[in-house]
């Protein structure tokens, strides 16, 4: 079965830098769109960064352009997310994402999601 296992959450200061990784099993990770989500409390989730299915292209919510950084390693099947210059309102529970297609069957899996807390 798909699982997707979010790990690299924690309690940081403002300015730090954390690494979420995503290890991903049960399905081709390599032909799979990844992405991060966050929620915050009281909030909708929110689309933080996605990469294309060969690590070509990416994209990023503007509120993290410059800071964050999304990859992956299709040899490994994770998926990174690297987060420099934190702010307490990066703080959320950050949600990993695989998109993909089998047989022309969409497809839609979530983590179980990694809390990150930015306060000083």
């Known amino acids: 079965q798909v699982q997707l296992v979010e790990s690299g959450g924690g309690l940081v200061q403002p300015g730090e830098s954390l690494r979420l990784s995503c290890a991903a099993s049960?399905?081709?990770?390599?032909?799979?769109?990844m992405s991060w989500y966050r929620q915050a409390p009281g909030k909708e989730r929110e689309l933080v960064a996605s990469?294309?299915?060969?690590?070509?292209?990416?994209n990023y919510a503007d509120s993290v352009k410059g800071r964050f950084t999304i990859s992956r390693d299709n040899a490994k099947y994770t998926t990174y997310l690297q987060m420099n210059s934190l702010k307490p309102e990066d703080t959320a529970v950050y949600y990993c994402?695989?998109?993909?297609?089998?047989?022309?069957?969409?497809?839609?899996?979530w983590g179980q999601g990694t809390q990150v807390t930015v306060s000083s």
């Open positions: 994402n695989a998109k993909f297609m089998v047989h022309f069957r969409k497809y839609d899996y």
């Open positions: 049960g399905f081709t990770f390599s032909s799979a769109a």
């Open positions: 990469v294309t299915s060969a690590g070509s292209s990416s």
